[in-house]
Each structure stands twice: as structure tokens, then as C-alpha cells.
């Protein structure tokens, strides 16, 4: 579990902690990795492992045996079809600059390559874009697992701490749907949501912020060559939309749903009125902003 850290506490940390042999291949991957990121300025734990690195921060998380990132609740802004797109910002968007990179594991901590990073967030006034794209977008990690997403830092919304939205996919593989959390916020205290787990490895760069996280996905990592994202956009789901498959069923979890889709839960009709992954807990009428009583 990560903890907000002072930077320069990596060192010694990293000292001191025991190195597991997937620590080392993911730190092996990782170097690998490194030259693909000059540029971003981010500094991560991992680069420690080239000679002239300065101080790293440390892993979040680490890849080590048994680890993976947890799942969290996908909230009801979720929308599928986001963009292909690694920057969600133009240039009139507002808002403090921010950059958040990293890599995608297996459980084996060799890198995914092809996974799809299917980000979502608010902007930096607290709010989702329900009727478009703004601050929603995918993308495909690379042969060596890295991602990159340029954005902003998401504003605060009543009832929740600050954070980001995303779904991790290994090609064929379930979806991974959680949330990234930033160190240092008042509201991580009281967001019953919030866990530490998720937590980035965020620093001050000029006026904005370069923030780190690897995810690990309980799949084997095999670092082979990425797909073509051509074959693969457009498929954050994976289960086929009830209008696709004709008329109403019965809802379950897992289940993707469009708007205008019908389903029936204890015998009762609703309508689905905004596209979503169907996940435990959002059973109609538990969302009103998911499904309407027919
Ligand atoms: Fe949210």
C-alpha cells in the first residue's frame, strides 16, 4: 500500500526494501522502457536503475507477488466510445496542467502491451461532460506497458475527494474499472471511496503536475507487440448492448448497457438513460442517473 512520500526519502527507502524477483523484472522492463518517456519529465522510482538518475520517487504500487491494483466503483459518469486520444485538453482548456504516466503490468510484472486505458474525470470545476467527450478519452499502452495522458487536475465535486476514473484492459481480458487518487488531499480523510492503494506518485513541475502510476492486472504480462488500435477501438466493453442483442432482458451486473435500452430488475421495467457497465450496487432504482422506471 503507498503512502504519500518526500521525494527524498526514495532513496533509502528503496535501500532498504527487499527486491523481489518480479521487482526486478519490472525494474528490468522498466529501464528498458526509460528513453520513452524523456521528455515527459516525469521521474520515477524505476529510473533509479539507470546510472545517472536522480532521486526517484517510490513505486505506486509496487509489482511484487500476489499484488495487483484494486478495482473500484465505476460511478455513474462512465460513458462508453470516448475517444482515441492521449491529451484531453485544447488550448483554451482551464485548469492546473497535468501529466500522468506509467506503465501496465501483468501479475508476472512483465508489461501488457495493447492494454486500453479508458480515462474519465471532472473538470477542474468539479464537473462531467454528460452530452460529450470533454476529459474522456483511450488509448493503448505500448510494446514496453507504458501510458501517457495529458490532462489537468480534475476539480473537487460534493461527496467525493479528487480523483480520476479509468478502466485497464489487457487485449481479451476482463476489465480492470477503479479510480487514481492524489497525496495531500484534505478530502482522502472523509471519501469513503478513496483508498491509498490508488494512490499517485504526484510532484510539482512548473505550474502543473507530473503524476505516476503502474497498474498491475491479474493477467500475465508477455510484452508482445501491441495490437493496432484500429482493432481494437471502441471496445472498453465487453458484452454486447441489449438493443444489439433485441428487446428487454433482465439486468446483470456486467451487462453493457446503452441509453434507450429496457430491462426489467424485480419484476419491474426501467430504462436505461445513460450508457454504462452495469456494476453491483447500480441496480435500478439504486441510480437515478442510470435508469429510469418505465
Ligand atoms: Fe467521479
Known sequence: ????????????????????????????????????????GVALARDAVAADAPAPLPLTPECTDGHTTIEQIEGPYFKPGSPLRT?????????????????????????????????????????????????????????????SLTTIVPGLYPGRTRHIHVKVQAPNQPIL???????????????????????MTVRQVGNGREASFDFVLNVNGTG???????????????????????????????ATYKAGDVVTYNGVTYVCIQGHVAYAGWE????????QRR
Not at 3 to 30: C, F, M, Q, V
Not at 113 to 131: E, I, M, R, V
Not at 284 to 291: F, K, R
Request: proline residues 11%; contains cysteine.
Open 177 to 199: 474499472t477503479t479510480q487514481l487518487y492524489f497525496p495531500n488531499e484534505p478530502r482522502n480523510a472523509t471519501d469513503t471511496i478513496y483508498d491509498p492503494a490508488l494512490l
Open 87 to 147: 491529451s484531453l485538453v485544447t488550448s483554451g482548456t482551464q485548469g492546473v496542467p497535468l501529466t500522468v504516466s506509467g506503465f501496465v503490468f501483468g501479475r508476472n510484472c512483465l508489461p501488457i502491451a495493447g492494454a486500453l486505458l479508458d480515462f474519465w474525470q471532472a473538470d477542474t470545476n468539479g464537473t462531467y461532460d454528460n452530452s460529450g467527450y470533454t476529459f474522456r478519452g483511450h488509448q493503448f499502452s505500448g510494446a514496453n506497458g507504458s501510458y
Open 284 to 291: 435500478p432504482p439504486n441510480v437515478p442517473a442510470l435508469w
Open 224 to 254: 508482445t507487440p501491441s495490437p493496432s488500435p484500429s482493432q481494437t477501438q471502441g471496445s472498453p466493453t465487453p458484452s454486447p448492448s441489449p438493443s444489439q442483442t433485441g428487446g428487454t432482458t433482465t439486468w446483470k451486473v456486467g
Open 1 to 40: 500500500m503507498s503512502t504519500p512520500h518526500n521525494p527524498l526519502d526514495g532513496l533509502s527507502e528503496l535501500a532498504d526494501r527487499k527486491i523481489s524477483r518480479k521487482g526486478l523484472l519490472k525494474a528490468a522492463a522498466a529501464a528498458a522502457a526509460a528513453p520513452v518517456l524523456v521528455g515527459t
